[in-house]
């Protein structure tokens, strides 16, 4: 899933690429992922593209007084090409959810937003102020906006798992599946820690670990090309999806705690003081 780095890079991409120019045509080859019907999709064309920006992990393409607002989800992505293909998508074939024309049809740039795999998350709205839309309004302080106070004090009012507080995008925006776990690895800290009890020194290595982990992902990613993204994310991580490999820290073996559609990974020695968290999905299969 593209987290807050990932998102960055993208809106700095079509700020690079896209603003100055104007939609020309939008294509919608996925009806579903149109999250709003008015302004139609339509009101789109013939607008200047004004400005690229993020809201945790939503993306904003402004084009002049309307905004396109997209969440990739967990297999979604925006593929830039410098010339798009004239003929109108199919519906319903492939990956293609949408389509922006940002010259002449067949002749000038644009990008694809497509979504792989069968379960379906790509969602895209067309309003003029992304503010409307409940998922922003409702999102937490930014990751990289937080102050170390700030942080702290969210931190002290919360009882859940830490892995479920920095991936809870009502809590802090911005901070996924991928780099939560890289983040704890970084702070030395378990999944499973409760937020309000860290002393003080945690929740200082925890606010660091934050901030190194994301501002790096960033500077690795803005200016990447589009396409080079995904590849560059995980070259960059130290345990997430590195199950069985050892930790680059200590050489012991990541492990893995798996729930229904996801999981996550980590270090015993580094991070639970050499024990091994229970894996539900292996203790249901070992009854």
Request: with cysteine; glycine share 8%; hydrophobic share 40%.
């Amino acid at each position: 899933m593209p987290e807050l780095p990932e998102v960055e890079a993208l809106a700095h991409h079509l700020r690079e690429h896209a603003v100055g120019r104007r939609v020309e045509r939008v294509d919608v080859a996925s009806l579903s992922v149109l999250k709003t019907a008015s302004p139609p999709w339509t009101a789109l064309h013939g607008r200047e593209v004004t400005g690229a920006s993020r809201h945790g992990k939503y993306l904003v393409l402004a084009a002049d007084g309307l905004h396109l607002v997209t969440h990739l989800a967990r297999a979604g992505w925006l593929r830039w090409a410098d010339t798009m293909s004239a003929t109108p998508p199919k519906p319903g074939k492939g990956p293609l959810a949408l389509r922006v024309h940002l010259g002449p049809p067949g002749q000038g740039p644009g990008f694809d937003l497509t979504e792989a795999g069968t379960k379906k998350g790509l969602a895209v709205w067309i309003v003029e102020d992304p503010a409307t839309i409940e998922q922003i309004a409702t999102l937490g302080p930014d990751a990289l906006a937080l102050t170390r106070d700030e942080f702290g004090a969210v931190l002290a009012e919360r009882t859940e798992r830490l892995k479920t507080l920095l991936t809870s995008q009502r809590v802090i925006a911005g901070i996924g599946n991928a780099y939560s776990d890289e983040i704890m690895h970084v702070a030395k800290l378990s999944p499973y820690a409760t937020p309000a009890r860290l002393p003080e020194e945690s929740v200082d290595q925890l606010y660091e670990a934050m901030r190194t982990v994301l501002t790096d992902a960033v500077t690795r990613s803005v200016g990447q090309d589009a396409a080079r993204l995904k590849g560059e994310k995980r070259s960059g991580l130290r345990v997430h999806a590195r199950t069985g490999l050892p930790c680059p820290i200590c050489a012991d073996t990541i492990r893995e705690v798996s729930f229904a559609d996801k999981s996550f990974q980590y270090c015993p020695t580094c991070q639970t003081g050499g024990k091994p968290l229970a894996d539900r999905r292996l203790s249901r299969l070992l009854k």
